[in-house]
């Protein structure tokens, strides 16, 4: 039956979910499923898992802009059925693993995607600055304060040593999100990057009644900036400039709230977390620098900024250690000054639990 | 050929060696003029540094309550052809493993349909077509379900596309097999995936191990992750040959250059119960007292092993900041064995969704319910029984709720008895 546009439940189908995770697997991985014994990393993102039998599986690893045509995938495709039988995979962090059951096509492989010019980075193993974990951007939201895929870009390009190599103390995360909505990972990772605005939202009062749901755009408010106000004949809502934050979720609530400002909105940067429970917990990234402008297409200070981080943390971080770790070791107050960031009030928490921040022992470092 | 609007900032974009999506998207766009008018519209968002889509957009598919993100461009004067430019979720392979097959006949299905650009894949694990019109989501719908037997994902108040680590496919590591997990949960709760009828949105994530590769603790809801609760398994011939430099210790992943290895120094003394020892001959770990953080076993992979009494660890309330703050998720089963059909965890999830769907307030997530009830009212609710390893510290204020059941002659006074052995 072909789709017919004038009888849309015709023929319908719902709910058959994704395909089942097995149905793509090259024969390797199906054979020896739950009986791998170990794997190594064998250069800068290309890995060998080893199977119980004795079967090896080789994986490499390469770059992926996340935000990639048809075209491209395409092209992606084609390497796959040069060299991997047709398989290839997708990482957590948007990287595109090419799957090798055949080992003399390895090496071939490697030269094929190193011959490509740009396309397809080998790295994101090991001690490495791997993918950025990132969001819309410009490209498609609504709510950003800054672009992702270009701002992405601009740090990946600066940090690309990194990316395939193995010379860090630990695996670096770095994760960006637009908005502090922090669709992805910003929250939890090594280096962060955050759109922040700075100027409160601009109130449509003509438009707030038709096209807001008040109490809804009311309960929206952390700090409980926002109460309902009668604007003449208007219904609409008053915000208490002095109690908000710039965090946008009256916005998300309300379409006629924006607050996006080309010179208000930027950058914030946030360090320090991490997921993995490895040696110490999972910790939130802290906030490091509170405002950066953006600055397209290259956002240049925001990139010296990650990098400056980054060299820091290389140079002083000890083996296995999560840049949180090592500014857990070495305290706060080294790490400004080793990086030459500078500490402001916007640093200090002011909200709810903020107490538990704040410095409650006479140990210190001057 | 010259494409329709300059764009300066964005060329800038096309140097250095990481890959560039302005190159990708700039060979596209000669055959595609969605591509051409998204360039267009990026490089005024980079010129004004503010974004160009008009606030929201509600569209999708009928029967699916989500799935689609609606998204509408605010000068469609000047951009004609992204004045339509919705985003589709498509429900990944768990782990995403493909053959090139599939995603040739994605890409064929969606470049007549819509711009050709993708994000592979977006935060939750959904591929994302990304920029259609209102008109192909049908179609397209119809093609992706009898074509590819492919679905939807979630958007919305319901439950997100589930996600997990790559788990048993090629770890040896992993404690439980997260993609039958993942596979498994998402067609049983289909209708609450597709049907949005949450108090807010909803996510599960599964790692294998508490190495947590698709960050299940930071961003799910419901957060799986494997463990283990007996032994370590040790080669002791194999902790010999890495002290003795023969393994590359970290399985490489600090370089491959020899080097010596110093197991004290990088193991022992790392642990964070200093539950191991290691005297020269024989590496010794206490395991009762191992808190199975994976350093131990990610450094020497091929001397060290996780146990063979596997389970999960669940853990539930993770969120990002909005509203109440941004929140792990917190340990409320300490171990769970999960075999299919995983009935006892669904009894547990059922159990949640019954008292979030009555109890939370209009977008609240779980987390920030949990905080606002106590978490005591949630394993009420959730009929578990508190436990030590469900947190950090014993409170420290002494403002304590106790149930007047539990408290001998409960809460009724005798004030004239009171009065009789206390003169006012």
């Given amino acids: ?72 995938i395409r092209e992606m495709c084609d390497i796959a059925d040069k060299f991997c039988g047709g398989f290839l995979r997708w990482t957590t962090r948007n990287n ?91 929250h939890c990772s090594d280096i962060a990057i955050l759109g922040v605005h700075r100027k409160p939202p601009l109130i449509e009062h003509d438009r707030v009644q038709n096209v807001c749901e008040i109490p809804l755009v009311i309960a ?19 915000i208490n400039q002095n109690r908000c934050m710039f965090c946008g979720n009256c916005y998300t609530m309300c379409p006629a709230l924006p607050l996006a400002d080309g010179e208000g909105d930027g950058i914030a940067i946030w360090v320090g977390g991490k997921v993995s429970n490895v040696k110490s917990v999972p910790m939130f990234s802290k906030l490091a620098v509170p405002y950066i402008p953006n ?44 990086t030459g960031l500078e500490f402001r009030h916007e640093h200090i928490d002011d909200y709810r639990l903020a107490m538990t921040t704040w410095r409650t022992t006479t140990q210190f470092k001057f | 050929m010259a494409l329709k609007h300059a764009t300066p900032m964005l060329d800038e974009l096309e140097k250095g060696p990481w890959p560039s999506f302005v190159t990708d998207v700039k060979r596209m766009a000669p055959k595609n003029r969605m591509c051409e008018d998204w360039l267009g519209i990026m490089e005024m968002s980079y010129r004004d ?40 979720r498509i429900n990944q392979p768990a782990s995403k493993y493909y053959t090139t097959e599939v995603l040739r006949k994605l890409c064929d299905l969606f470049e ?57 496919s090629r770890c040896e590591w992993s404690c439980i097999n997260t993609q039958d997990i993942i596979y498994d949960l998402t067609m049983e709760y289909q209708d609450a995936l597709h049907r949005p009828m949450f108090p807010y949105k909803f996510k599960f994530k599964a790692s294998g191990c508490p190495m947590d590769c698709v960050a299940a603790i930071a961003r799910s809801d419901c957060s799986i992750i494997g463990t283990w609760r007996d032994k ?119 159990k949640v969704w019954d008292y979030w769907m009555e109890n939370g307030k209009n977008r609240e997530r779980l987390g920030e319910m949990i905080q606002r009830v ?16 469900m947190i950090n510290t014993p409170r420290y204020n002494p403002y304590i709720f106790y149930d007047p059941a539990e408290v001998p002659g409960g809460w009724e006074h005798d004030g004239v008895a009171f009065r009789q052995r206390h003169q006012a």
């Fill in chain 1, 220 to 238: 929206a408010c952390p700090t409980a900036a926002i109460k309902p106000k009668k604007v003449g004949e208007m219904k609409s809502v008053e």
């Fill in chain 1, 1 to 72: 039956m072909a789709f017919d546009p004038n009888n849309l439940m015709q023929d319908r189908i719902t709910d058959i979910g994704p395909p089942k995770y097995d149905r793509f697997f090259p024969p390797v991985i199906k054979e020896n499923f739950g009986k791998w014994k170990y794997h190594e990393i064998l250069e800068p993102g290309v890995l060998v898992h080893v199977a119980e039998s004795g079967a090896e599986i080789y994986s490499v690893r390469i770059g992926s802009a996340r935000l990639i045509s048809v075209d491209l």
């Fill in chain 2, 232 to 350: 370590i398994r040790i080669d002791q011939d194999a902790v010999k040959a890495y002290a003795a430099g023969e393994l590359v210790p970290h399985a490489g992943a600090g370089g491959r250059e020899k080097r010596a290895f110093d197991i004290t120094a990088e193991v022992i003394d790392l642990c964070p119960t200093k539950c191991m020892e290691w005297d020269g001959k024989a590496l010794k770990i206490w395991d009762e007292d191992c808190t199975r953080c994976m350093h131990c076993i990610r450094v020497m992979p091929r001397a060290l092993r996780p146990g063979v009494d596997t389970g999960a660890t669940i853990l539930v309330g993770a969120k990002a900041p909005i509203l109440e703050g941004a929140q792990l998720s917190s340990v409320v089963i300490p171990f769970m064995k999960m075999e299919p059909p995983y009935a006892e965890f669904k009894e547990f999830v059922e």
């Fill in chain 2, 49 to 88: 540094k503010e974004g160009h889509w008009k606030h929201g957009g509600i569209v999708g598919v009928l029967g699916y309550g989500g799935g689609v993100i609606g998204r509408y461009c605010d000068r469609p004067d000047l951009f004609p052809n992204v004045a339509h430019f919705h985003t589709i």
């Fill in chain 1, 96 to 186: 595109v693993e090419f799957l090798v059951s055949d080992k003399s096509k390895l090496q071939p492989l490697i030269d094929h995607l190193r011959s490509r010019g740009n396309w397809f980075p080998i790295g994101g193993t090991g001690n490495s600055v791997t993918n950025i974990v990132h969001t819309q951007g410009w490209a498609h939201c609504h709510t950003p304060a800054i672009d992702a895929s270009g701002v992405v870009k601009a740090v990946m390009d600066e940090l690309f040593e990194y990316f395939g190599s193995h010379k860090l103390p630990a695996q670096v995360r770095i994760a960006l999100a637009c908005c502090l909505n922090m669709c992805g990972a910003v």
């Fill in chain 1, 295 to 338: 600055e397209p297409p290259r956002w240049p200070t925001a990139v010296k900024t990650v990098k400056k981080i980054v060299t820091e943390y290389a140079a002083g971080g000890r083996r296995y250690e999560r840049v949180g770790e090592w500014i857990n070791r070495i305290g706060w107050e080294r790490f400004f000054e080793k």
């Fill in chain 2, 112 to 168: 007549p349909r819509g711009s050709g650009l993708t994000n592979l894949h977006g935060s939750t694990g959904d591929i994302v077509l990304l920029g259609t019109t209102t008109d192909q989501l049908e179609p397209i719908f119809y093609e992706l379900t009898h074509e590819m037997e492919m679905d939807l994902g979630g958007s919305g108040s319901n439950l997100r596309t589930p996600e997990g680590c790559l788990g048993m």
């Fill in chain 2, 374 to 389: 106590g978490l005591r009212e949630f394993l009420k609710a959730t009929d578990l029984t508190p436990d030590p390893r």
